[in-house]
Nanobody, 117 residues
Framework: QVQLVESGGGLVQAGGSLRLSCAAS????????MGWYRQAPGKQRELVAGISSAGGVRRYANSAKGRFTISRDNAKNTVYLQMNSLKPEDTAVYYC??????????WGQGTQVTVCS
């Protein structure tokens, strides 16, 4: 069974940085798009950032633009989310996803990010 395993979450003060990683148990080249969603308590899951297979196309939520950077290293089967200038409203569980070329999407188990003011 293919797995996506996130790491790098934690507790940080407002203005700080975190780098999330998501490692796939199979080749990153098998995935078309990869990226990150997040879900805060009582809110719907929202797309934070997505990246195309070769990294040439990147999408960001308006709330992430200018602060977050998504990247992927297919040789390491890993996608990253560098988060800078974190705000308390960034507090959420962050989920990695990978979408295969034929359409199926898989998810990681999530990693908690807590930003304190």
């Amino acid at each position: 069974q293919v797995q996506l395993v996130e790491s790098g979450g934690g507790l940080v003060q407002a203005g700080g940085s975190l780098r999330l990683s998501c490692a796939a148990s199979e080749s990153g080249n098998n995935f078309n798009t990869m990226g990150w969603y997040r879900q805060a308590p009582g809110k719907q899951r929202e797309l934070v950032a997505g990246i195309s297979s070769a990294g040439g196309v990147r999408r960001y939520a308006n709330s992430a633009k200018g602060r977050f950077t998504i990247s992927r290293d297919n040789a390491k089967n890993t996608v990253y989310l560098q988060m800078n200038s974190l705000k308390p409203e960034d507090t959420a569980v962050y989920y990695c996803y990978g979408t295969y070329y034929y359409g199926r999407q898989i998810w990681g188990q999530g990693t908690q990010v807590t930003v304190c003011s």
